[in-house]
């Protein structure tokens, strides 16, 4: 039953993307299609990444209401981004292949982030609001870092930020999103592979280890694959802190299970689904610029407080 | 809190910290009258006409705004008992904002002094949304809240960028969310200096606050109108915040940092902290603003964005430094 | 056979447990008293590998907990532990099948079901199995974990405090079953943390008195349950009583 639910995603997202592809096309129809292909491809990429690496993120923290942009995680990636063209110079980062550019702050996210919030995690494993609140502020702080950069930098350079940190949907390079769905591809294969192993995880860290289970390991793999997703779209468009928390709590509504096998692909699709009809929404119908993002902001928030109320009033 | 060494006596006691903070507030103002892109003396700008016209507002502005945000964060963890909230963590600045661009909207030509007393109504407003919300988070969990407010201020401030955006005050709204002394100038800052009168009236008020920290029953026992007392705080609290918010923008951590620092130095009494909590306060965000000034000179840094990164790392200490459970 | 030598555990500047050493032979019931803050789930989480002492050594049948695999370590010792952290949408049957996993490591085998059946079956949670844990009663919620434990299948069996939210007659129904376990053919060991000093009385083989980060007494029921013991154990006079030919220990 629960495969079922998964599949009628399947299906809605499919509907949904030729929808998007196909409304109102008028000639020249190849060229608007390849256009709107990208973008649908780049909402999906981003939506599907967001979702799974925000239920993975989750089982790490042991915490439904977390999500890596409310810990910081993407602050990191546009810190290192930022510390990048610093240390590069503007031309020297916009002269860099953009598949090795990609590859290598993927990496460097990877390390970073498994050092801070492996680090974190596995130190104050008891005080799970404190590490919270500790994941929050130092996103506070090293976006303020990144901030403080590019007002060091000359302005080429800082042009060349803003363009790297706030590409839109609208405008994603092909040869990235090539990279980025193979990245999201291997990384889903691989919390796939992980999901049983996880869904004994979510017993708790003691639990979990009276059960054998080798806990603190798997959680570096975990948070690995977290990073790899988060740098696959934040690298796309830049942050977006709610859109995860959106996805994982209505596909675990959806599929009504703690089974990561399920959650895991659900969260994928109901993230790209969000984004592709909120794209759609605005872009079509309203006839609205960029302002998903805002309006996936006020709705996480708002689910988030509820979440909390309701969580507390058990 | 902590023993420290006795000392000679209860003025002596509040004696060497006074002539110790006051110092640092000399030196820093003394810097920050000095330095700045154009050259004090023998410049093409008479030395005093820059003084009056730009050193003197600016530096005045950094040390009244850190004042009125650190006594406004004094007053509002005594309204929810919990010490890790200012009022950027209680959609205190974000409603003030939301209320800013709402104003500006309906009637843009009114005067600034009648929008700060608006915007200070919309942020009441919205740290009693608040309020409503802390009743619903344990106690047990102090740093829970923290993290509820941080996320219903960015409700708030999706809002303020939504109506913003549709309204084409963008500009204007960053403005106010990124504090900064550059633009300060005579004419351009005299409203927070109703600021320093706030901060009498609280401090004449040190002792009930003191006693709002103590929780509903405990201070209601001892013999306060809690409700009447909290609203009168926290009306305060807000019309500091919007003063601060209209005029430099959003100072963010500026009213959590100096009252945990004072009070691990100097203790909780209320009373006798409250100076120097204020004078914590104006000094940090002058020293920031310094800071901000220098780093690439003659280029300036806003004064929030230094102090978002150094705020930060002394919230990361401050709680890292003690055990949870003693928060709150 | 448990052996535990110069067991000793810091957490900070407290000295949680001070040099122990003892030795738990296998077969029956071992309970651990003593006052609060003595340091019994300290030890026992020593003991079952999930917390490293900070020197000493701990040995399970001769192997050393730290050093075994996770998984091996896992069908050889179960521990329930004190508070649960319940994970929503979890149901009873789905909570006690997790204890097969050290056994197929995520591939469940058509004997691991039948393992999770039996469990089901032996804590009588046969109507409840498909119920989420979360609207559960506390009691209910701790016999299914109790039967998680038990789906684990190991020699050993750790519990810490295992009787807490339950009311007498499951209290009873557990503690009986443990009994029938640790002394069936196949033997199970089980050791036990117990507040209640007369449920000890009435099913412990052996009972290990702990105070303060030391042993205060171990030995058999009738050893330890003297009336100086538990007055040093637990700063209060006690008096014994004999009731059915074991002890019965009332406040004074």
Same mark, same amino acid.
């Given at each position: 039953m629960v495969e079922r639910r998964v599949l009628w995603l399947v299906g809605a997202l499919i509907a949904l993307s030729a929808l998007f592809l196909l409304w109102q096309l008028r000639a020249p129809m190849g060229f608007i299609l390849s256009l709107r292909g990208t973008k649908l491809a780049s909402l999906i990429l981003v939506g599907a990444a967001t979702g799974i690496a925000t239920v993975l993120f989750q089982t790490v923290a042991g915490?439904? @209401? @977390?999500t890596p942009g409310i810990v910081g995680f993407d602050a990191l990636f546009v810190f290192i981004q930022t510390a990048l063209v610093l240390s590069l110079g503007g031309i020297g980062y916009a002269t860099l292949p953009s598949v090795a550019k990609f590859l290598f702050e993927t990496g460097a996210l990877v390390g970073t982030g498994l050092l801070l919030f492996g680090g974190l995690l596995l130190r104050d494993a008891r005080d799970l609001t404190r590490m919270i609140l500790t994941g929050v502020i130092l996103g506070v702080m090293l976006r303020g870092l990144a901030e403080m950069m590019q007002r060091v930098m000359a302005p080429s350079e800082f042009a060349v930020v803003q363009q790297a940190l706030f590409a839109t949907f609208g405008a994603v390079d092909t040869n990235q999103l090539w990279i980025a769905g193979a990245l999201l591809g291997a990384a889903t294969v691989a919390a796939l592979r992980l999901a049983p192993a996880l869904d004994v995880a979510a017993l708790g860290r003691d639990r979990a280890r009276s059960l054998g289970l080798g806990y603190d390991f798997l959680m570096l793999q975990a948070l690995a694959l977290v990073a790899v997703l988060v740098a696959v779209a934040t690298a796309l468009v830049g942050p977006m802190t709610f859109l995860g928390l959106l996805a994982a709590s209505l596909a675990r509504e959806i599929t009504g299970t703690h089974r990561h096998a399920a959650v895991l692909p659900a969260a994928g699709l109901m993230g790209a689904l969000i984004l592709v009809a909120g794209q759609f929404g605005f872009e079509r @119908? @309203?006839?609205?610029?960029?302002?998903l993002a805002v309006m996936v902001e006020f709705f996480g928030g708002l689910l988030f407080l509820l979440l909390v109320l309701r969580r507390r009033s058990v | 809190m902590r023993s420290s060494p006795r000392s000679p006596g209860p003025i002596a006691d509040l004696l060497r910290p006074a002539i110790l903070i006051a110092a640092a507030l000399i030196a820093l103002t003394t810097a920050s009258l000095a330095?700045? +892109?154009? +050259?004090? *003396?023998?410049? /093409?700008?008479g030395t005093g006409w820059l003084l009056a016209v730009s050193r003197f507002p600016r530096t005045a502005a950094a040390l009244l705004a850190g004042a009125g945000l650190a006594v406004a964060g004094t007053v509002v963890q005594q309204a929810v008992q919990n010490? =890790?909230?200012?009022p950027s963590l209680t959609g205190t600045t974000e409603s003030a904002m939301l209320g800013l661009i709402a104003i500006t909207l309906i009637? %843009?030509?009114?005067s600034i002094g009648w929008k700060a007393a608006l915007a200070a109504v919309a942020a009441l407003a919205g740290t009693g949304g608040f309020l409503m919300l802390a009743r619903r988070v %344990?106690?047990? /969990? %102090? =740093? =829970?809240l923290p993290i509820v407010g941080l996320i219903y201020g960015g409700i708030l401030s999706a809002m303020a960028i939504w109506l913003a955006w549709n309204a084409d005050l963008m500009q204007l709204l960053g403005a106010w969310r990124l504090g900064e002394f +550059?633009?300060?100038?005579?004419?351009?800052?005299?409203?927070? *200096?109703?600021i320093a009168a706030l901060s009498l009236l609280l401090y004449t008020l040190a002792d009930r606050l003191t006693l709002l920290g103590l929780g509903e029953t405990q201070a209601r026992s001892l013999g306060l109108n809690y409700t009447q007392t909290r609203l009168l705080a926290l009306a305060v609290m807000s019309l500091i915040a919007s003063l601060v918010t209209v005029t430099v923008g959003a100072l963010p951590f500026v009213g959590l940092v100096a009252p945990n620092l004072i009070s691990r130095w100097r203790g909780d009494n209320l009373r006798a902290n409250l100076p120097f909590i204020a004078a914590g306060g104006g000094g940090l965000v002058l020293a920031a603003d310094i800071a901000g000034r220098l780093i690439r000179y003659p280029y300036e840094i806003p004064a929030a964005t230094v102090f978002s990164v150094f705020g930060a790392a002394i919230f990361l200490w401050l709680l890292h430094s003690v055990p949870a459970r003693s928060h709150g | 056979m448990i052996k535990v030598e110069g067991l000793s555990k810091n957490a900070g500047a407290v000295e949680?447990?001070?040099d122990l050493t003892l030795s738990i032979p296998p077969g029956g019931i071992t309970a651990l008293i003593g006052p609060n803050g003595a340091g019994k789930s300290s030890l026992l989480h020593c003991i079952a590998g999930l917390d490293r002492p900070t020197s000493g050594m701990v040995r399970i049948d001769g192997t050393d907990p730290f050093s075994c695999p996770d998984r091996e370590r896992a069908r050889h010792l179960a521990f329930l532990q004190q508070s649960q952290p319940v994970v929503p949408r979890l149901t009873v049957r789905d909570m006690v099948a997790f204890g097969r996993w050290p056994h197929h490591g995520g591939r469940p085998r058509p004997e691991d079901a039948e393992a999770t059946e039996q469990a089901l079956r032996a804590f009588e949670l046969e109507d409840l199995s $498909?119920?989420? #844990?979360?609207? #559960?009663?506390g009691g209910q919620r701790q016999r299914a974990l109790v039967a998680m434990t038990y789906a684990q299948a190991t020699p050993w069996l750790l519990l810490d $405090?295992? #009787?807490?939210? #339950?009311d007498p007659r499951h209290a009873h129904d557990l503690m009986r079953r443990l009994n029938d376990l640790s002394h069936a053919a196949d033997e199970r060991s089980v050791v036990v943390v117990l507040h209640d000093i007369n449920a000890a009385a009435r099913w412990a083989d052996r009972i290990i008195a702990m105070k303060d980060g030391r042993i205060a007494a171990e030995g058999l029921v009738a050893e330890v349950l003297t009336g100086e013991v538990l007055r040093d154990l637990y700063d209060t006079p006690f008096d014994v009583l004999v009731h059915g030919g074991r002890p019965l220990v009332v406040t004074v």
């Open positions: 915490n439904r @209401l @977390l @119908l @309203l006839s609205r610029q960029s302002a | 330095i700045g +892109s154009a +050259s004090l *003396w023998g410049g /093409d700008l010490r =890790l909230v200012e009637a %843009p030509g009114m %344990p106690m047990q /969990d %102090p =740093l =829970l +550059s633009g300060i100038v005579q004419g351009r800052y005299e409203l927070l *200096w109703i | 949680i447990l001070k $498909e119920r989420p #844990l979360e609207v #559960l009663s $405090e295992p #009787l807490n939210a #339950l």
